[in-house]
DNA sequence: CCGCCTGATGCTTAAGATTCTCATTTCTAT
DNA sequence: ATAGAAATGAGAATCTTAAGCATCAGGCGG
């Protein structure tokens, strides 16, 4: 469990990381703002500072733990690295998150990258939208 | 030239929106930071506020005459808008920006939208790597 | 062409997100 | 258990962007 996948990035297993990495892994939006991963902390009685989690998640992100995205809006949001990389599609009005894989554009991309001379590293596609859902609060407009 | 352009936006001429958009309008990376569309004109002279430079960004991106983009980082970047939607390629080393559009691509991206249930309205591609022109400081590595 | 009026600007202050500082506490290896 | 190193918490600091407010300037009527 966490235990595990802390020694296995190299960092020393605390209380926090620990915390914070179950928070992460038990989520049900799975994409956290570090605030809001801070607050659930609060709320479950762990007296953490604001400072730690930022640290944590930097330092996950370093070790391969989670990943850091940037949607529009300034606060980034951190997903548990699961292994396989996918891109993200956002709905403006209840801000739910979907993944989704698309090996047609992946290829694309390589093929683009190459074409104009770039190594591609990364990359990064997110599509904004309206989802459908009847839970969705704008449902209908 | 620029005078058309705002007062087809419904903005008022003024000198400091000039100034921007000529800017925005010469350069040479056509992806600009406020705080460097501020820098350079306080470097040729003029006298502006970093605020002013803001809200006149704001201003030309609620008129459609600029695009907010948020690349990885924390400073937005600003482009003008010249008509055709693209992505955006980026060099991780010497942030070179060059822009693309692929067909297949925004097809798939559709085709996504809709089997996942939601209407698009909007989406950001940037690829990140690393390019190999002769000039970028990275070459070789 | 001149002066008003409204909106625009500049400066300062503020707000939100993230990082840094540093004294104190907690792990890990011994 | 214990020392040494690394991690934590609280608050200050930083960076980016957005107000608040007094002053100034662009566009219209005369």
Same mark, same amino acid.
């Given at each position: %469990?966490? =235990?595990?996948?802390?020694?296995?990035?190299?960092?020393?297993?605390? &209380?926090? *990381? %620990?915390? $914070?990495?179950? $928070? &992460?892994? @038990?989520?049900? =939006?799975?994409?956290?703002?570090?605030?809001?991963? #801070?607050?659930? &902390?609060?709320?479950?009685?762990?007296?953490?500072?604001?400072?730690?989690? #930022? *640290?944590?998640? =930097?330092?996950?992100?370093?070790?391969?733990?989670?990943? *850091?995205?940037?949607?529009?809006?300034?606060?980034?949001?951190? @997903?548990?690295?699961?292994?396989?990389?996918?891109?993200? $599609? $956002?709905?403006?009005?209840?801000?739910?998150? /979907? /993944?989704?894989?698309? /090996? =047609?554009?992946?290829?694309?991309? *390589?093929?683009?990258?190459?074409?104009? +001379? #770039?190594?591609?590293?990364?990359?990064?596609?997110?599509? #904004?939208?309206?989802?459908?859902?009847?839970?969705?609060?704008?449902? +209908?407009?």
């Amino acid at each position: %469990m966490e =235990t595990q996948n802390l020694k296995k990035a190299g960092l020393k297993v605390t &209380l926090p *990381r %620990m915390k $914070i990495l179950q $928070i &992460l892994e @038990e989520s049900e =939006t799975r994409h956290l703002t570090a605030e809001a991963i #801070y607050r659930e &902390l609060l709320d479950s009685g762990e007296e953490i500072g604001l400072a730690t989690v #930022y *640290r944590v998640l =930097t330092q996950f992100e370093a070790a391969g733990l989670v990943s *850091r995205l940037h949607f529009e809006g300034n606060q980034a949001v951190f @997903e548990l690295e699961r292994g396989g990389h996918h891109d993200h $599609i $956002i709905c403006n009005q209840c801000g739910r998150v /979907e /993944e989704f894989l698309d /090996e =047609t554009i992946e290829q694309r991309q *390589r093929q683009i990258a190459k074409e104009h +001379g #770039y190594q591609i590293k990364d990359h990064a596609l997110v599509l #904004y939208g309206d989802c459908l859902d009847e839970d969705c609060p704008h449902r +209908g407009d």
